[in-house]
């Protein structure tokens, strides 16, 4: 039976403006011969415009959803020896569905449709790179979900929400890592357990500042913090005197969302 993770509408990001940098910390290994899995990509929505504007900007989807597979491996592991989830085949569709982009699963088979509808409302005054840097971010997003950990000794996805907080916040930091969002996507306040775009600027903002292999390392937390959580893989990180709630604190100061 697939399991989908679906990601709510969110706001169109600006093509010119780029928030994170790849890779800040230990050089990540060769990802250029990792078996990624076989993509395999079929457009189900012939004849929409939405799948028009989507060829017009991807011309090999199968190389490129291929390229962007490896940015995340990077950016989620040290090298191709670590323990990664086997994946098998990806099947990336297109499909003329409500929604934005949702991945699935079934055994070692990722299953990922992006919403030509979407494509159509990110198409904005005929915005070419608009709609590019979009679809990029999207498959960034769903493409973490292919390959990341998930936490141990807790509930699932679905019924727990401390696990659902890591799944969608760390698919949101590797976008925002891998310059798939905007500085003006971040959102002003909130938690760290809110999820998405809150939870992964905080994530990329605790790489930037302290740790530049943290994304890497919070991912590898799932395997060694169990039962899993916020602040026991934080304390894992950066030692027992750390806390979370702290380092939100320190986190919104410096973005300027509390003033001192």
Not at 54 to 67: F, L, R, T
Not at 207 to 223: C, G, H, I, Q, V
Request: some cysteine; glycine content about 10%.
């Amino acid at each position: 039976m697939k399991r989908y993770i679906i990601i709510p509408l969110c706001i169109i990001a600006a093509a010119t403006a780029a928030c994170g940098q790849k890779n800040t910390g230990k050089t990540s290994g060769d990802w250029s011969e990792y078996n990624i899995g076989n993509v395999i990509f079929e457009d189900k929505a012939k004849g929409t415009e939405g799948s028009a504007i989507y060829a017009g900007i991807i011309k090999d989807p199968v190389a490129y959803i291929s390229e962007q597979a490896r940015d995340v491996l990077a950016t989620l592991y040290y090298s191709p020896a670590d323990s990664i989830p086997p994946v098998e085949n990806i099947y990336y569709t297109l499909e003329d569905v409500e929604g934005i982009s949702a991945k699935g699963d079934e055994g070692n088979d990722a299953f990922v449709f992006y919403s030509t509808r979407h494509i159509e409302q990110s198409f904005v005054d005929n915005d070419t790179a608009k709609v590019f840097f979009e679809t990029r971010g999207v498959l960034l997003h769903e493409l973490t979900h292919v390959y990341q950990l998930a936490p141990q000794g807790i509930g699932s996805y679905e019924d727990d929400r401390v696990n659902w907080c890591f799944i969608e916040g760390m698919a949101d930091a590797v976008r925002v890592a891998n310059g798939g969002f905007g500085p003006e996507d971040r959102p002003r306040g909130g938690n760290y357990m809110d999820g998405y775009r809150i939870t992964g600027f905080f994530l990329v903002w605790l790489r930037d500042n302290k740790d530049p292999d943290f994304l890497r390392k919070f991912n590898a937390s799932t395997l060694e913090v169990i039962p899993w959580s916020f602040n026991g893989a934080i304390k894992h990180i950066f030692g027992e005197n750390a806390d979370i709630d702290d380092l939100w604190h320190e986190y919104q100061v410096a973005v300027g969302d509390i003033k001192l």
